[in-house]
């Protein structure tokens, strides 16, 4: 598969704030992906970009535990070369996600009483080899039912009782507001009456098209698109909580988790790059065009929510979502906690992102 031609060849001089970079954080990054590696190749995007290609890195990433920045550096700089990627619409776009941390229940409560939902056993992936004809392309996910497979209860069917009586619930939160931001995230740690700490993540969804609250109310005229942040939406909700629902079921896509460990606390979950997300580190990406593990060295000038100062860093695409879409296009990992919260939720930054496109397929291709 030749490599885009969305991709135009740069220097290493060329990148922004390349040379004040902590090279060995995105190193660190890279080589959790680089363990994954030989276990389950990942899929090469529709861009070009040949995992296969990234054996030599990924197997001296293996070999060297903890290099020192400038050493992670040269590493970068001996393996890759730094290709722009040319942006849909002039400019690309990073957003930000986070793992909420939310007071939970094991079982039902007075004061607990959202559940978050296992996946159920009559969901089943749906493909074109199983697709009826008159169901809608889009739909990765179908219900099981003597008559065929049918569309799966969207949210608002789901929240009014569809799947009642099942016994799905993995744990129980407070507020609604809540659940439906871990699942705009797609991960929780749960705080538990116990003070254990538990972990959930995606497992699956109903596979609806996803709509954004943010949206919703910017177009009711209730918040100023520019104005649209994490942060303003739950104090929307919080000040008009008989409309929540109204607002919410219009999101018709609906998430289901699994339990998973939290075996190191300073590390996110486990994502769709099946290894786990590092804060400040790890990028989703539009994984139908882009290949997992690729580094992307991303220029947002206007950033400066991570650190104060403007974000130019090395990210490693670890994870992907519903929303990212196209060759230009990033959500950056934050974190755990609230911390991490106030940072993802007013991320919305125009950037220009630098694919790491290993050197082996640049010469390749030259030859």
Same mark, same amino acid.
């Given at each position: 598969?030749?490599?885009?031609?969305?991709f135009?060849?740069?220097?290493?001089?060329?990148?922004?704030?390349?040379? @004040?970079?902590?090279?060995?954080?995105?190193?660190?990054?890279?080589?959790?992906?680089?363990?994954? %590696?030989?276990?389950?190749?990942?899929?090469?995007?529709?861009?070009?970009?040949?995992?296969?290609?990234?054996?030599?890195?990924?197997?001296?990433?293996?070999? &060297?535990?903890?290099p020192?920045?400038s050493?992670?550096?040269?590493?970068?700089?001996?393996?890759?070369?730094?290709? $722009?990627?040319?942006?849909d619409? /002039?400019?690309?776009?990073?957003?930000?996600?986070?793992?909420?941390?939310?007071?939970?229940?094991? &079982?039902?409560?007075?004061?607990?009483?959202?559940?978050?939902?296992?996946?159920?056993?009559?969901?089943?992936?749906?493909?074109?080899?199983?697709?009826?004809?008159?169901?809608d392309?889009?739909?990765?996910?179908?219900?099981?039912?003597?008559?065929?497979?049918?569309?799966?209860?969207?949210?608002?069917?789901i929240?009014?009782?569809?799947?009642?009586?099942?016994?799905?619930? #993995?744990?129980?939160?407070?507020?609604?507001?809540?659940?439906?931001?871990?699942? &705009?995230?797609? %991960?929780?740690r749960?705080?538990m009456?116990?003070?254990?700490?538990?972990?959930?993540?995606?497992a699956?969804?109903?596979?609806?098209?996803?709509? /954004?609250?943010?949206?919703?109310?910017?177009?009711l005229?209730e #918040?100023?698109?520019?104005?649209?942040?994490? =942060?303003?939406?739950?104090?929307?909700?919080?000040?008009?909580?008989?409309?929540?629902d109204? #607002?919410?079921? =219009?999101?018709r896509?609906? #998430?289901?988790?699994?339990?998973?460990?939290?075996?190191?606390?300073? $590390? @996110?979950?486990?994502?769709?790059?099946k290894?786990?997300?590092?804060? @400040?580190?790890?990028v989703?990406?539009?994984?139908?065009?882009?290949t997992?593990?690729?580094?992307?060295?991303?220029?947002?000038?206007?950033?400066? %929510?991570?650190?104060?100062?403007?974000?130019?860093r090395?990210?490693i695409? =670890?994870d992907?979502?519903? %929303?990212?879409?196209?060759?230009?296009?990033?959500?950056?990992?934050?974190?755990?906690?609230?911390?991490?919260?106030?940072?993802?939720?007013?991320?919305?930054?125009?950037?220009?992102?630098?694919?790491?496109?290993?050197?082996? $397929?640049?010469? @390749?291709?030259?030859?």
């Amino acid at each position: 598969m030749p490599l885009s031609p969305l991709f135009s060849e740069k220097s290493f001089d060329d990148l922004p704030g390349w040379s @004040g970079d902590d090279h060995a954080a995105a190193f660190a990054a890279f080589r959790r992906s680089a363990f994954h %590696a030989p276990v389950k190749p990942y899929r090469t995007g529709s861009l070009g970009v040949d995992f296969n290609a990234f054996a030599e890195a990924y197997a001296e990433a293996r070999a &060297v535990s903890a290099p020192d920045r400038s050493e992670a550096r040269s590493f970068f700089e001996r393996h890759f070369v730094p290709m $722009l990627v040319k942006a849909d619409n /002039g400019s690309g776009l990073v957003t930000g996600f986070y793992e909420p941390e939310v007071e939970a229940s094991p &079982v039902r409560t007075d004061r607990f009483v959202v559940p978050l939902l296992s996946r159920p056993a009559d969901l089943i992936d749906i493909d074109d080899d199983n697709r009826p004809a008159a169901m809608d392309s889009y739909l990765a996910f179908a219900r099981r039912t003597d008559d065929g497979p049918v569309e799966y209860f969207d949210r608002g069917a789901i929240e009014r009782g569809a799947l009642a009586g099942k016994n799905l619930a #993995i744990a129980w939160l407070a507020e609604k507001v809540d659940a439906f931001f871990i699942h &705009v995230q797609g %991960a929780a740690r749960l705080k538990m009456a116990d003070g254990s700490l538990r972990r959930v993540t995606y497992a699956a969804k109903s596979g609806q098209r996803f709509t /954004g609250p943010g949206k919703i109310l910017s177009d009711l005229g209730e #918040i100023p698109l520019e104005k649209v942040t994490m =942060q303003s939406i739950r104090a929307w909700f919080k000040a008009h909580p008989d409309r929540v629902d109204a #607002i919410l079921w =219009q999101n018709r896509s609906y #998430i289901f988790f699994r339990e998973a460990a939290v075996d190191d606390a300073s $590390l @996110g979950p486990i994502a769709a790059a099946k290894v786990p997300l590092t804060p @400040g580190r790890s990028v989703a990406v539009d994984r139908l065009l882009h290949t997992f593990g690729t580094p992307f060295y991303i220029d947002a000038p206007t950033l400066t %929510a991570f650190d104060e100062k403007p974000f130019r860093r090395l990210m490693i695409a =670890q994870d992907t979502g519903s %929303a990212i879409t196209g060759p230009a296009r990033g959500d950056l990992f934050a974190g755990s906690g609230d911390a991490a919260g106030e940072i993802a939720g007013v991320v919305r930054n125009a950037a220009d992102f630098y694919a790491l496109v290993p050197r082996l $397929l640049i010469d @390749g291709e030259r030859r």
